[in-house]
């Protein structure tokens, strides 16, 4: 069993950055790729960007490209999520996922952008 935990939520305004964490415990060895996701009022659950921990091959959204970067801290079991640049549209809440043989979601994190 994999737990994930994400913090760093907030309300912030438009042009401003946020950092989001994700902290796995338990069976993380299991895990192969770690993402993170967002869904919006009345919109489907997309990818936003995801991690490959061992070819630490990365992929993002294109909406999300230049402007977010995801990385590890296998030290610390964490997954961040580094939004720059954010804009209304990115207003959603983020929920981090850990992919094996099983998938594992956290409970989410409201990211708001406005002025």
């Known amino acids: 069993q994999v737990r994930l935990v994400e913090s760093g939520g907030a309300l912030v305004q438009p042009g401003g950055s946020l950092r989001l964490s994700c902290v796995a415990s338990?069976?993380?060895?299991?895990?192969?790729?770690m993402g993170w996701y967002r869904q919006a009022p009345g919109k489907q659950r997309e990818l936003v960007a995801d991690?490959?921990?061992?070819?630490?091959?990365?992929n993002y959204a294109d909406s999300v490209k230049g402007r977010f970067t995801i990385s590890t801290d296998n030290a610390k079991s964490t997954v961040y999520l580094q939004m720059n640049s954010l804009k209304p549209e990115d207003t959603a809440v983020y929920y981090c996922?850990?992919?094996?043989?099983?998938?594992?979601w956290g409970q989410g994190t409201q990211v708001t952008v406005s002025s």
């Open positions: 996922k850990g992919s094996s043989t099983r998938t594992y």
């Open positions: 338990g069976m993380i060895f299991s895990v192969d790729v």
């Open positions: 991690i490959s921990r061992a070819s630490s091959r990365i």
